[in-house]
Every structure is written in structure tokens, then in C-alpha cells.
């Protein structure tokens, strides 16, 4: 499919055919393709639970409110903010980034490059992501007042900022997701209307994580499962040329 074939077939699907069924695979897949999104300093801080086992279905439903979506859906994927993974995620990239220099950058540039890189990953990403009941948060907002009188600077950085920053990158891995099983044939359906605290429990999910969005997977019957035309605003409401 064209990718603009895609985007319209692509519909929330809140009723799912109970007669065809989606290999575990190929969701893993489309997953697999959702870590392609570009994300905030490459930091990753996402995972996807994929709940395959029909065991789920009652007590996930149960806490997305009742939805059909949920309900008739064969599998789910929950796309969970791992900030809690900051450290880890930095040591990771900063590894990466010491090797991809040194078998791509000119052997003069080689330590220059690694030093900028070592205060990015081993120090700005770990004081950026932290959090300490919004207090380090403060701190950081009063640091880039200050820098900001001298220079531009990124302002979003207190706690509640950095936290949209982390749930702004997971939900364009739930897009690149939901385009690539929509490639497969295959129907979804993303989700915010559920009890988070319920499924944090029913999933143990650690402190630090957030939910970002349940989405459920299956196959379209017809046309039952879409309800209605496709609504949008007119293009020229949301549309400025300057
Ligand atoms: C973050 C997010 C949360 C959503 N939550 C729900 C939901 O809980 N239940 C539901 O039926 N649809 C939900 N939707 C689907 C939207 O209602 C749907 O995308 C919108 O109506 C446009 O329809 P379309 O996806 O078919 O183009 C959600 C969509 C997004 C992006």
C-alpha cells in the first residue's frame, strides 16, 4: 500500500472480527518496526507489553472501561514510559555512540567527538531525566532562566516536562506501530480511556512508569467495527502558511 492508501485505511476499529486471527509474530514484527520512530536523544525510554494469552482479556477490559475495542480484540499491546530506565538507557547509548566514532569519524576528530558525547549521555541525560518530587525538576527551570538570559535554551525541562518528553517519543513508536500492522491488513485500535492504576497492578508494572496508550489488535468484519465517517477539522483550521 501507497502511503497515503495506508493512512486512510487505517481506522480505529472498536469491533474486531472474531474469525481471523493475527500470528503473535507479526505483531512482534510491526513492533520490531515501531522502534524505527525517532526518538527524543535516542533515549528509548519505552517497552511494549504484548499480551498474547487470552487470560488477559477479562481483566484488561474490565479496566478499559468496557470498551468493545478491548473487549473483541484478539491481542493488546501496552505501550509503557520507561523513565525509570534513564541510566541505563544513556550508559547504553553513550557505549554506542564511542563505537560509532570510532569506526565513522576521522581518527583527528575521534576524541572531541567522544568528550561531547560523554557530557551528553553521561552527564546532561542522567540530570535532565532524573526526578525527585519535582524538586530537581525546580532546579533545572532556574538553570535555564538563567542560561536563557544569556542564550537560547530548552525550557522544558522541569519534571512534568521531561515526562511529556518521554510519553511524546512512545506515542510515535504507537504510530509507526499501528501504520506497519495496518501495512499487514491488520486493524488497531489506540486507547487512553482505561484505569491506569488497574493496569499498572495487573501488569506489575514498576514505579516510574507510566502507560501511554493500550492498543488493541485485530482484523476489521467489514465495517462493523468503524463507527462512522472519518471526521476531521477543515485542513485550512489546522493548516498556516508563513
Ligand atoms: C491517544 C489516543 C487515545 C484514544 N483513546 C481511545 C479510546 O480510549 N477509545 C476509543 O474507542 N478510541 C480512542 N482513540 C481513537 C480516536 O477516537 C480516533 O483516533 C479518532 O476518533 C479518529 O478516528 P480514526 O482513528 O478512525 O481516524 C484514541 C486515539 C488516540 C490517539
Redesign the pocket.
Same mark, same amino acid.
Given at each position: 500500500m501507497h502511503l497515503q492508501n495506508l493512512l486512510e485505511h /487505517? /481506522?480505529?476499529? /472498536?469491533l474486531f472480527s472474531g474469525k481471523k486471527s493475527i500470528p503473535p509474530n507479526d505483531i512482534e514484527d510491526c513492533l520490531r518496526q515501531a522502534t524505527l520512530a525517532p526518538t527524543s536523544s535516542n533515549m528509548q525510554l519505552w517497552q511494549f507489553i504484548h499480551l498474547v494469552d487470552p487470560k488477559w482479556s477479562a481483566d484488561l477490559t474490565k479496566a +478499559?472501561?468496557g %470498551?468493545t *475495542?478491548a473487549s473483541t480484540a484478539q491481542q493488546w499491546v501496552v505501550f509503557v514510559t520507561r523513565q525509570d530506565l534513564f541510566r541505563s538507557r544513556a550508559k547504553f547509548l553513550l557505549n554506542f555512540e564511542k563505537g560509532n566514532i570510532k569506526r565513522n569519524s576521522p581518527k583527528d576528530r575521534q576524541v572531541k567527538r567522544i568528550a561531547v558525547r560523554e557530557v551528553y549521555y553521561g552527564k546532561l541525560m542522567p540530570l535532565l531525566y532524573a526526578r525527585f518530587f519535582r524538586l530537581l525538576g525546580i532546579v533545572r527551570k532556574l538553570v535555564v532562566f538563567v542560561m536563557g538570559l544569556f542564550r537560547p535554551v530548552v525550557r522544558e525541562v522541569s519534571e512534568t516536562q521531561m515526562r511529556t518528553v518521554v510519553h511524546k517519543s512512545c *506515542?510515535l513508536a *504507537? %504510530?509507526t506501530f499501528m501504520l506497519a500492522m495496518a501495512e499487514k491488513g491488520y486493524d488497531t +485500535?489506540? #486507547?487512553?480511556?482505561?484505569d491506569s492504576k488497574s493496569v499498572k497492578k495487573l501488569l506489575k508494572l514498576p514505579r516510574g512508569t507510566d502507560i501511554? #496508550?493500550?492498543i488493541s489488535c485485530g482484523i476489521r468484519d467489514g465495517n462493523k467495527g468503524?463507527?462512522g465517517e472519518? +471526521? /476531521?477539522v477543515p485542513f485550512e483550521e489546522v493548516y498556516e502558511r508563513r
Open positions: /487505517r /481506522r480505529s476499529v /472498536r +478499559c472501561l %470498551q *475495542a *506515542a *504507537a %504510530q +485500535c489506540p #486507547m487512553e480511556g482505561f501511554n #496508550m493500550i468503524i463507527w472519518r +471526521c /476531521r
